[in-house]
């Protein structure tokens, strides 16, 4: 089965771009199956991440907050498991 965890912050007004290089430096070790990295309006940026696992799979590595420098609230995360398209 595999996981995806979600991972969005707002970046501190006028920091949007800041954000987004920090988010995409970031090492996950090990590294996931896949990673998408994304931007929207209002300096949103969304990270995607691919596991091999379960949904409950424990201690799968996640981007950490960073930081109110950069942040202007906490990081939302979300956890999601692939299930079977029926198409």
């Given at each position: 089965?595999?996981?995806?965890?979600?991972w969005?912050?707002?970046?501190?007004?006028g920091?949007?771009?800041?954000?987004?290089?920090?988010a995409?430096?970031?090492?996950?070790?090990?590294?996931?199956?896949?990673?998408?990295?994304?931007?929207?309006?209002?300096?949103?940026?969304?990270?995607?991440?691919?596991?091999?696992g379960?949904?409950?799979?424990?201690?799968?590595?996640?981007?950490?907050?960073?930081?109110?420098?950069?942040?202007?609230?906490?990081?939302?995360?979300?956890?999601?498991?692939?299930?079977?398209?029926?198409?």
């Amino acid at each position: 089965m595999t996981v995806a965890l979600m991972w969005e912050a707002r970046a501190v007004a006028g920091k949007g771009d800041e954000l987004l290089a920090w988010a995409t430096r970031q090492p996950l070790d090990p590294a996931p199956l896949r990673r998408e990295t994304f931007r929207a309006p209002e300096d949103r940026v969304l990270v995607i991440t691919w596991w091999d696992g379960a949904y409950d799979t424990p201690d799968l590595p996640e981007l950490p907050e960073p930081g109110e420098d950069l942040a202007r609230r906490a990081v939302h995360r979300w956890r999601f498991e692939a299930v079977k398209d029926e198409n």
